[in-house]
């Protein structure tokens, strides 16, 4: 759920399914203190009924047509009254929802939303459009940045495996396999950000998560791709020393090009760490 502030009026916007619902209710709430009456007013008008039952058609399958056809024929008759509940249970409609409680109220798909704030007032109507595209926007940024760490997670699993695989021994103890893992992991870090997952925690007590959680989506485009490489690195049998290298040269190379040919500020690690061993390092 969230919230967008129109003209001093807080409109909630919900998700269902991933599509987008705007609540009448706080809509006609611009307009006067009954909100329902104005909804149910907006519902007796004929265009109303033909905007929504075409609506509908277009987009819902299951539709019932011919109880809109009923309600068309009344529609605008002195004794017409329909509610959004009785519209949704007759046609079966999908562009209106009733939910009840502290929350609740008339909620409409995006669509019919900036039809019925048209009603209200044009001028409101393109204030509900202006306020809401920032909220989608924030959104696929959002969106970007999980799937960005979603893809990092799934290489980290084709990185352990290969770490699995080519570097712990069977007699390990698990104590001793998770230092293996911690440590190529730290590999990772030190060629993107310059610092160990310890040193960055170090750095920001006051911080949740680990370091990967505050990388910037580039960073973890260019994380995911050193993952696939490092583990093909490792099954080529790479030393560890000689993985950083080429790691942190592929890390400053992507950034570089990732901040559209700019110098990555977030790579610290400079390549006169080559001539240094790994256990100096991490």
């Known amino acids: 759920m969230a919230k967008i502030n129109v003209k001093n009026t807080e409109v909630t916007v919900i998700q269902i399914n991933g599509v987008d619902y705007i609540s009448l209710t706080d809509i006609a709430k611009f307009k006067t203190a009954d909100p329902n009456a104005v909804i149910g007013n907006w519902m007796r008008n004929r265009n109303t009924i033909e905007y929504l039952g075409i609506w509908e058609c277009l987009y819902n399958p299951l539709f019932k047509p011919l109880e809109f056809e009923g309600f068309k024929k009344e529609a605008g008759l002195n004794a017409f009254t329909l509610s959004p509940q009785k519209w949704i ?4 409609a999908i562009g209106l929802i009733s939910k009840s409680g502290r929350y609740g109220g008339t909620f409409a798909h995006k669509d019919i939303a900036f039809k019925f704030a048209s009603w209200i007032s ?14 989608k926007e924030e959104e696929q940024k959002a969106l970007g940045w999980s799937a960005k760490r979603e893809l990092a997670k799934i290489n980290y699993h084709i990185h352990t495996d ?6 712990i021994p069977q007699e390990l103890t698990p104590q001793q396999t998770s230092v293996i893992y911690a440590g190529e992991a730290d590999v990772l870090n030190m060629a993107l950000f310059g610092m160990t997952a310890a040193a960055w925690r170090e750095a920001h007590p006051d911080l949740k998560g680990n370091i990967r959680d505050y990388a910037t989506i580039n960073e973890l485009i260019c994380l995911s791709n050193m993952e696939n490489i490092n583990a093909i690195l490792i099954h080529e049998g790479l030393p560890q020393r000689e993985r950083l290298i080429k790691l942190n040269r592929i890390a400053i190379q992507q950034m570089s090009v990732l901040q559209g040919g700019g110098k990555p500020e977030t790579v610290a690690l400079k390549l006169f760490y080559s001539t240094q061993t790994v256990s100096q390092l991490i």
């Open 89 to 92: 249970e007759t046609t079966a």
């Open 122 to 135: 044009i001028e409101f109507e393109l204030y509900v459009v202006k306020e809401f595209q920032p909220l």
């Open 162 to 167: 290969a770490i699995k695989q080519n570097l």
